[in-house]
């Protein structure tokens, strides 16, 4: 399996960047978020990648950077949503973005996406949810505080907004000041307006 590659940006179309490694042109699928990240022709350059091999075809599939891929990883696993479903995702959300919007139970702002249903984007919430959580390293490595009743949505929140990059010290004196009865969605969104604030 090919974990990454590293060499020459050799060429660039919508969804496709060919990276020279050794002589040999690697062509990778991949998002514009990806695309804009590698920067011009030529530059020297590193994407991790995904090998697809159906007996139809063997498609690789480059990365700027591995949140991208892991998210790329877990939204193919989802019945129904293929590759190019999940580069399309990607092409429009960030992984922080997406990791929000699935923590949070948005499905609707998924709908957005081109291509991307209703009924695909329920199944993509319902699936991953859970994984989200469980993937965030932050709460593996840190004890979660429980707060009384509420604390399944306390933990909830507190797993989605580490995967956005905020410090379990930095929110937790946020979410101990809001009431306990929110669900998590209305906690992500309270948590967010106050620490906009803060850094204003």
């Known amino acids: 399996m090919i974990y990454s590659l ?26 514009n978020t990806t695309l804009s990240a590698l920067g011009e022709i030529g530059n020297d350059v590193r994407v991790y990648t995904h ?13 700027a950077d591995k949140n991208e891929l892991n998210c790329f990883q877990m939204l193919i696993t989802v019945s129904g949503v293929g ?3 999940a580069l399309s995702i990607l092409s429009d959300l960030t992984p922080n973005k ?13 709908t957005k996406v081109k291509g991307i249903g209703k009924k695909s ?7 991953l949810k859970d994984k989200l959580l469980k993937a965030n390293s932050l709460l593996q490595e840190t004890p979660v505080q429980t707060v009384s009743a509420g604390a399944d949505n306390f ?18 004196p946020v979410l101990a000041g809001l009431d306990d009865t929110l669900s998590a969605e209305e906690l992500i969104r309270l948590t967010l307006r106050q620490m906009g604030k803060r850094s204003r």
């Open 6 to 31: 590293h060499g020459i940006l050799t060429e660039k179309e919508p969804n496709l960047a060919v990276i020279e490694c050794a002589g040999v042109g690697y062509a990778c699928r991949t998002t």
């Open 121 to 127: 984007a329920e199944r993509i919430v319902l699936d």
């Open 155 to 172: 933990s909830e929140a507190l797993a989605a907004l580490a995967v956005l990059g905020y410090r379990q010290e930095e929110v937790m």
């Open 51 to 63: 090998m697809s091999v159906r007996e139809d075809a063997v498609e690789l599939f480059g990365f």
């Open 83 to 85: 590759p190019k479903a």
């Open 98 to 110: 997406f990791a929000l919007l699935v923590a949070s139970g948005d499905s609707a702002a998924l």
